[in-house]
């Protein structure tokens, strides 16, 4: 591959991406996850120069990939000259400065691509101080190897040069602000705990979108609700969430949450960071996996979805299967084999609205028992409550005789107390 830059890529970082096959891994498996990690640096804002697979049954302790074979990369590299090494694992603070002091250049791992993706799309305070605090869990066991231009200045005891201090300053000062950040973040959950109470106590059902990252989950919240959410086409373009309101078919009404996607290989510490949002996947009563039908490596995606959810602990909700993207070829294709496997799946493509109705009339049925079924006998001049149940509930039967109406509804628990006075008891 030719590294050198045209005009217009002059400006982007250039990358040398490296994969380890270790024990157990197929060399198929690994070039898909490099793939996505050549995705996940042009998102970032990069460009791939080059791309080193390597071997080894188990990580090597001081280098991860060995030392013989760092030799040849660094030989690589100094004949190409890249800004920046990415492994697509992750590595140890004593591996990745072992690995610079070698290499003699940037080396990042995947999960620092990833925070630095999710540094770069926050918008809100709330995704800002969640990436702040993953970014700062990540940075502190790794202060050592950014100082290691003073470590000669460092003695015993008594002849501490300003290396250590400069060390020991700086990872108090992460503790100190990582500790403003966990209460700030504390607050976050307790204003979206309050938010949700208030949506339960009007009675709404709560979904949530979750999926793979780039499977669609935006264009689908903006194709099911008239929503305005950018949708592009690339990794974790939505962190911040964004809910929405849907009225469905029956005259439900539910709330619809859009999260951020899931990944391969998702860092653990980020998980952890996005707790406040990703509450909104374990509080909800239904949940909407959005499929990427026309991805080849449809399969692992959705058990990295799947995982992930596990991990959260929503990994027993109910779950509509959204087949997105059958406007392409693939998806086409695998829709109809996806279906046949996945309970309650319906094929849809979100950018041209094929199949939206079908998926609203799975939603209708998932939440139908949050619905009770009523015969009503309702003065006539009541006509506010009607109006209520023919624009909240999902009229079955209507009938005027006289001064009385007879009707037959599903209604939303939210709407018993005003009906029941007038309940048909006979």
């Excluded at 999960?111 to 995704?127: K, N, P, S, V, W």
């Excluded at 709560?206 to 689908?220: C, D, M, P, R």
């Excluded at 909700?317 to 086409?332: E, Q, S, T």
């Excluded at 009523?374 to 209507?398: D, M, S, Y």
Aim: hydrophobic fraction near 40%.
């Amino acid at each position: 591959m030719d590294p050198s830059p045209s005009k217009s890529e002059r400006w982007q970082e250039s990358a040398l991406l490296v994969g380890v096959q270790q024990r157990g891994q197929t060399r198929a498996d690994l070039e898909e996850t490099l793939e996505e990690l050549a995705q996940l640096t042009a998102t970032a804002g990069g460009r791939v120069v080059g791309q080193i697979i390597c071997r080894a049954d188990v990580p090597h302790p001081g280098h991860f990939i060995g030392s013989g074979k760092a030799a040849e990369i660094a030989e690589w590299i100094q004949e190409h000259q890249p800004d920046t090494v990415i492994f697509d694992d992750d590595l140890s603070p004593a591996q990745g400065r072992n690995l610079e002091q070698m290499l003699k250049t940037k080396v990042i791992d995947r999960t620092q691509m990833i925070l630095d993706i999710f540094a770069q799309h926050a918008r809100t305070r709330e995704g800002c101080l969640q990436i702040e605090w993953a970014q700062l869990d990540y940075l502190l066991p790794r202060l050592r190897r950014m100082w290691t231009h003073l470590e000669r200045q460092r003695g015993g005891i008594g002849m501490h040069g300003p290396g250590e201090s400069q060390l020991e300053t700086d990872r108090r000062r992460i503790e100190e602000r990582m500790a403003r950040l966990r209460k700030e973040l504390a607050q976050v959950r307790r204003h979206r705990e309050e938010l949700r109470r208030g949506r339960r106590r009007h009675g709404w059902a709560l979904a949530s979108l979750v999926g793979y990252t780039n499977a669609g989950k935006s264009t689908l919240l903006n194709a099911l609700t008239g929503a305005h959410v950018k949708a592009y086409d690339q990794l974790f373009a939505t962190l911040d969430p964004t809910t929405r309101q849907i009225d469905l078919p029956d005259n439900q009404s539910m709330l619809l949450t859009d999260t951020v996607g899931f990944i391969r290989k998702l860092p653990h510490g980020l998980v952890e960071s996005f707790k406040a949002t990703l509450e909104e996947v374990v509080e909800a009563d239904l949940l909407i996996h959005v499929v990427d039908a026309a991805h080849p490596q449809v399969e692992k995606q959705i058990q990295a979805v799947n995982d992930v959810l596990e991990e959260i602990g929503a990994a027993g909700k109910p779950v509509v299967h959204a087949l997105n993207k059958i406007d392409c070829a693939a998806g086409r294709t695998t829709a109809p084999r996806l279906a046949r496997r996945l309970p309650h799946a319906v094929a849809c493509s979100a950018r041209n609205g094929t199949g939206l109705v079908d998926v609203l009339d799975e939603l209708s049925d998932r939440l139908r028992h949050r619905t009770q079924r009523v015969q009503l006998r309702i003065p006539v001049k009541e006509g506010k409550l009607i109006a209520t149940l023919q624009g909240n509930a999902n009229v079955l039967r209507e009938k005027y005789e006289d001064d009385m109406a007879w009707i037959e509804a599903d209604i939303p628990a939210r709407l018993a107390g005003q009906v029941a006075p007038y309940l048909d008891k006979k």
